[in-house]
Structures are given as structure tokens and as C-alpha cells.
């Protein structure tokens, strides 16, 4: 009986209507791919072309026995067991055991692929491999949870407000796992197994990469899915921002302060609603009546204007109905054709047609990018649905279900594609989602509409980690937080003070936030648009906050050499600027758990004070010699240290050696 195939330099299996096929997909990786009736299809929702790799082989070695190599990485095959079903074992190059599936030759009859169909359409897929003692899983995107090892953690497969589910992930044993499969669904990292779960697809695909370091999972993971391109220069410096600066004089007044008094600054953002209507794409000339003449000023001052841009079309927008009669729009599978309720009545275009990208794009051209702004902030890019009833919508290319999470990958590729095609190098737009690939489309992902509290603050040192460790390198967030902030609130004061601080060691530093209290916004004829919240210059927090923020901003811009080095890395390795200890120092068990610190690139360990009060912060130094950079104190490690941090001061060490 011939269970085994080999198709070139692919292992194919056949049994009992099954289909399973694992190829080498590019160094040291191999993709898995299996359907249940029919044929496999090569859906590239994330994945590239193969980067070509000759180090492989392929070989049935009996009836029952098969395997497939690709560099370090192997997968053994056993047809085993009275209903002959395939099971799949990973190994590296020393012949250790890194992933395994689940055994259902036995009295329980469990499948490690198990397909359970919807009558009449596609399945539900379950996808079993078993628990490993003393793993850890980092990476998986941005949760909004307090951790930083997912072992024994559930996890929601969608995007929301804030949550960016990317399902690439790099264990301590020395593996990397992408689940290129953007269905809804959940992933669950037991103690005694790893379940992937979609709620309805066609097929299971997944890819699995092996590294004697992480930098090396990191590097595959690029070269399968995308490198991203190289960081503009303004990208290295500050970034100002805040809800919302309304009128174009009070824009460039900012921005002219900020010259005034020395600081630097290289991009300032025009946030939303500074259109008529959600899906006009364009400025209010009521409240920006020359928005060249603004471009060209911020230009003399070397300063780049960013715009945000909804995928929100309102029903009342000027192009609301050439939308709908071409079919541009999300459609509501029934019901209202509404999306969201927000100000207006709304529905999202559809970022997975090409149609709807080339229709959105001229636009944005016409009325954006043709003024000279060249960096666009992509909000709203889970999409947020009002209730997140992700079965109630269908796009292009599938239902909301299927293939729901792509989404905000689109969303990028629209801005990445327009750009490039204009002739721009290295497109870099700020979006509040992503997916695997988003980063080859140049996207720089912030971390959502956050409460200005200290409890959020920490979650956020654990989401940038492990986007940087889900393949995502560029990460940001509002420094202070988005909701809840009072400007003259000593307790935020002081969270905004340590958020900035941080903010410095992050890829990119960038103040925003919905203020409070709000700043009422009238129109000519009374009628009030939407509000403005409070100032959220440096400036804005008072005389104690002041000399900290501008000794931030300058150390900031003296690190932009250090910074442009770790965006070249970034683009050439697939390296997160933000690195994990474990990321950075595997070999130390210390390491592997530390969630409240971390490297910034390899030369600076960064310990924010994240705690109401503290002036003192506790630190693990790994071996090696150290510096503080504001004591110039040395260290030498492994150490477990208590460091001074005054309110002026962020612990960092520089590793000497």
C-alpha cells in the first residue's frame, strides 16, 4: 500500500480521503499543509514565494515511515495504528524532539487534524500537538494581557481595539510556528497540549521554522513572510500628536512652538475627523482652508505632516453610493449594511478587493498624498466592528470568519502599493492592526486606545515584546496612554512622566492621547463638531514634568544614529528593536520569564518604573559587564541589583561587555 509520495522535494501522504503535504519552505523551515476531500490549495495569505534553499531531502523509508528535511529542521512521518493515520514529528539538526502531535491511535480516538464540517460549506479545524515540559511561548501579537509567556494561556485568534492577533510564534525549545490561517478562532498553550482552532476554513497551513537562537527564527520568519523596508529617517525622532488638532493654525502653532524652543521633532499629526465626512478622504476647508500652504511650512521646518485615515465610509460621505453600487464595501451578511456608530452611520470599505484599494488610493492621492504628505496613520484597521460579531460580515475574498484576519494586512498593502507606485521608497504608515506579513508592507503598529493607567502601562512592555517576537519590529504606543488623562492631575503627571521615559527606548516615540477636559468645537454656524481633548504638548504637565520630557527628547535624538542602526537590522534580519531578555540572552534561565525589562537592540537594557510612587526599581543583569548611563556606575553579572530612579530617570544599563 502506497501511503507515501514523493513530489519533488515534497512528502505528500493519501489516505481515507486525506491529503497532507509537507515541503521545504525556505531555510531551516517546511510548510504543512492538509484537506480532507479534494485538492490543496496554495493560498499565500501570508507566506512568499520560498526562499530557494538545496539543502533538503525526501524519503520514504518503509510502508509505513517517511520524512522530509529542509537544513536543521526534519518532520518525521509514522502511518500508524488500525485507521493508518499520519502523524508528524519535528526535529532539529542534534535529533531533539522540538513539536510534536497529539497520539489518537489509541482507545480515545482523538485526531490531531480533526475537520469537522459545516453541512453543505467548510470545516471547523482542530489542530492537536502535544504539551512540552518547561516550554515557553513568546510572541503571537499584541494582547492586552500582563504576560509575557503564553504557556498555559488562551488566546483569541481576531483583531479588536487594541489586540493584534498575529499567530507566529518562537518557543524556548528552539522552534519558530506560524498558523497561516486568518479564520477566527482560538489557540490554547496547555500544560498537556497546544490546540489551534478555526471556526470555519478549507484547510489546515502551517509553517515551522527551527534556530539555534532566536535571531536566527526571527531571520526565517522574515524571509518567508516579508523583510520590512528600512525606516525613513524621520521615523529615528519624536512624533507629536494628540486628539485632535482641529484648525490648521492651531497645528502649525504646535508645531512652531516646538522650533521656537528648540526641541526636536520630526513628524506632527493631523488626527481624525479633519474631513466632512467619514469616506470624503479629503480636509474640512472650513477648519483647513490651505492645507498645501500647511505641508510646505512643516516642510521648511523639517517636520512631516501625518494623517490619519479611517476606512470608515458614512453613509452620508460623497462617496458612499459609487462605493456601494461598485461593491467596495464590507457587506453585512444580513441586516443594516452598518458597521460601526461613531459620530456617523458607517460601513468599512473592503481593503481585500483590489477594486476598493485602487478607488481608495486615488483619492488618497488627490487629496493627500499630492499635497506632499507621505506618511498616513491607518486607524481603525482591526476593523472595529461596533459589536465584533465577526460572522456577520463578508468581504471579497471570503466571509469574516474565513479569512477576517487578513484584513488590516490589506489595509497596509493599499497605503505600501499607492506609495511605492508613486515612486516613494520605503513607505512607513502607523496602523492600529496587523497581520502576519503587514510588516513587509511597511506597517508600524501602535497599541490601541489604552486607559492612561499604570496597570496598562505594564501590559504594554509585554505587548511590544511579543509583537516584536510575532515577526512585527516597528511598535508603538500613545505615550501616556489614550483615554482617561488629566493634564493637571498630579497621579497622571507622573505616569505620563515614566510612560515618556520609556517611550524614548521604544522604536518609535510618539506622545498621544485624548486629554482631559475636553475642548467644546464650533463650526461657523454654531453647530458644534467633534470635540478637541486638552493639550498634550511637553509643555502641557506642568514645571517638574518639563526639563524631565525635554531631557528625554534630547537623549532621544542623541540615540538616532543607535536607532538607525537597529532599523537596518530590523530590515535586513527581521530583529525586533524591543527585545525580550530570553530573546537576547536564551542560554540564561533568568531570563526566560522576565516581563518588566528587556533589551533595546543589543546594547541597552531598559527597565521602566512602572509603579505609582517608586524611586527605586529592581533589576536581573545578566552576565557580562555593564554601565549605568546616568550614574556611570558598573555592574557585573549575573546580578540581581536595586538601581536608584528618581523621577528624572529611567534605569538603563549599556552592556560594556
Not at 157 to 177: C, D, E, K, T
Not at 197 to 224: K, M
Not at 338 to 347: H, K, L, P, T
Request: charged content about 25%; glycine content about 8%; some cysteine.
Amino acid at each position: 500500500m502506497n501511503y507515501f509520495e514523493i513530489r519533488d522535494t515534497a512528502l505528500m501522504f493519501r489516505h481515507h480521503g486525506e491529503t497532507l503535504c509537507i515541503e521545504p519552505w525556505g531555510p531551516d523551515s517546511l510548510r504543512v499543509r492538509a484537506v480532507p476531500m479534494g485538492e490543496l490549495a496554495d493560498n499565500r495569505f501570508a507566506l512568499l514565494d520560498p526562499v530557494e534553499t538545496k539543502d533538503t531531502e525526501a524519503a520514504v523509508t518503509d510502508e509505513t515511515h517517511a520524512f522530509v528535511r529542509c537544513g536543521k529542521l526534519t518532520a518525521r512521518v509514522t502511518a500508524a495504528g488500525w485507521k493508518m493515520r499520519a502523524h508528524i514529528a519535528f526535529y532539529n539538526q542534534k535529533g531533539d524532539l522540538l513539536l510534536e502531535e497529539t497520539d489518537g491511535e489509541n482507545a480515545l480516538i482523538l485526531n490531531a487534524r480533526k475537520f469537522e464540517p459545516h453541512l453543505g460549506g467548510d470545516y471547523a479545524l482542530t489542530a492537536t500537538f502535544r504539551g512540552q515540559e518547561g516550554e515557553h511561548i513568546y510572541g503571537m501579537g499584541q494582547y492586552q494581557e500582563e504576560y509575557l509567556d503564553w504557556k498555559g494561556c488562551t488566546l483569541e485568534l481576531a483583531h479588536r481595539n487594541s489586540q493584534a492577533s498575529v499567530p507566529m510564534l518562537i518557543s524556548s525549545r528552539g522552534y519558530g510556528f506560524l498558523w497561516h490561517n486568518p479564520a477566527i478562532g482560538s489557540v490554547s498553550f496547555g500544560r498537556n497540549r497546544t490546540t489551534w482552532h478555526a471556526d470555519t476554513t478549507r484547510q489546515l497551513d502551517y509553517w515551522i521554522t527551527c534556530g539555534d537562537r532566536p535571531e536566527d527564527i526571527s531571520r526565517n520568519y522574515a524571509a518567508a513572510t516579508g523583510f520590512p523596508p528600512m525606516m525613513p529617517e524621520y521615523g529615528l525622532g519624536f512624533w507629536q500628536c494628540k486628539l485632535r488638532y482641529w484648525n490648521q493654525e492651531q497645528l502649525l502653532s504646535v508645531a512652531r512652538e516646538y522650533k521656537k524652543r528648540g526641541l526636536p521633532i520630526d513628524v506632527i499629526v493631523c488626527d481624525f475627523f479633519h474631513w466632512p465626512r467619514m469616506g470624503d478622504y479629503r480636509f474640512d476647508p472650513e477648519f483647513f482652508p490651505d492645507p498645501a500652504a500647511m505641508v510646505r511650512e512643516l516642510q521648511e521646518m523639517g517636520i512631516q505632516l501625518m494623517v490619519s485615515v479611517w476606512p470608515q465610509v458614512s453613509l452620508q460621505s460623497e462617496n458612499y453610493e459609487e462605493m456601494y453600487q461598485q461593491g467596495l464595501l464590507v457587506r453585512a451578511e444580513y441586516g443594516e449594511q452598518i458597521g460601526m456608530r461613531f459620530v456617523e452611520d458607517s460601513m468599512f470599505f473592503d481593503a481585500t478587493n483590489p477594486r476598493a484599494r485602487q478607488y481608495v488610493w486615488k483619492k488618497i492621492r488627490k487629496n493627500y498624498y499630492d499635497l506632499g504628505i507621505r506618511v498616513f496613520w491607518l486607524d481603525e484597521a482591526e476593523p472595529e466592528y461596533g459589536t465584533y460579531d465577526f460572522k456577520a460580515y463578508r468581504y471579497h475574498i471570503g466571509s469574516n470568519l474565513q479569512v477576517g484576519n487578513v484584513w488590516p494586512q490589506y489595509y497596509a498593502r493599499l497605503f505600501y502599493e499607492g506609495m511605492r507606485g508613486e515612486g516613494q521608497e520605503n513607505p512607513v504608515n502607523l496602523l492600529r492592526c496587523a497581520w502576519a506579513g503587514s510588516q513587509r508592507y511597511g506597517a508600524l503598529v501602535w497599541s490601541g486606545d489604552i486607559m492612561s493607567d499604570w496597570s496598562y502601562f505594564r501590559r504594554q512592555i509585554c505587548a511590544g515584546l511579543n509583537m516584536g517576537m510575532a515577526g512585527i519590529p516597528w511598535w508603538t504606543t500613545d505615550i501616556g496612554g489614550f483615554h482617561g488623562g488629566w493634564t493637571e492631575d498630579p497621579a497622571f503627571r507622573e505616569l505620563l512622566i515614566r510612560w515618556f521615559q520609556w517611550g524614548c527606548y521604544c522604536p518609535v516615540m510618539r506622545l498621544h492621547g485624548d486629554r482631559r477636559p475636553a475642548e467644546k468645537v464650533l463650526r461657523r454656524d454654531g453647530t458644534e463638531a467633534l470635540s478637541s481633548g486638552a493639550d498634550n504638548e511637553v509643555w502641557s504637565f506642568g514645571e517638574e514634568a518639563y526639563p524631565i520630557l525635554v531631557k528625554y527628547l534630547q537623549r532621544r535624538e542623541s540615540l538616532r544614529p543607535y536607532v538607525r542602526h537597529l532599523m537596518q537590522t530590523a530590515h535586513e534580519a527581521g530583529t525586533p528593536l524591543m527585545r525580550a531578555m530570553w530573546y537576547a540572552f536564551p542560554e540564561d534561565p533568568g531570563c526566560q520569564e522576565l516581563k518588566d525589562q528587556y533589551m533595546f537592540g543589543e546594547a541597552y537594557l531598559v527597565a521602566p518604573v512602572m509603579e505609582s510612587g517608586a524611586r527605586e526599581r529592581t533589576v536581573y543583569v545578566p552576565k557580562g559587564h555593564w554601565r549605568n548611563v546616568d550614574t556611570g556606575e558598573t555592574l557585573e553579572g549575573p546580578a540581581t541589583v536595586t538601581l536608584p530612579a528618581p523621577l528624572d530617570t529611567i534605569p538603563v544599563l549599556e552592556k560594556l561587555s
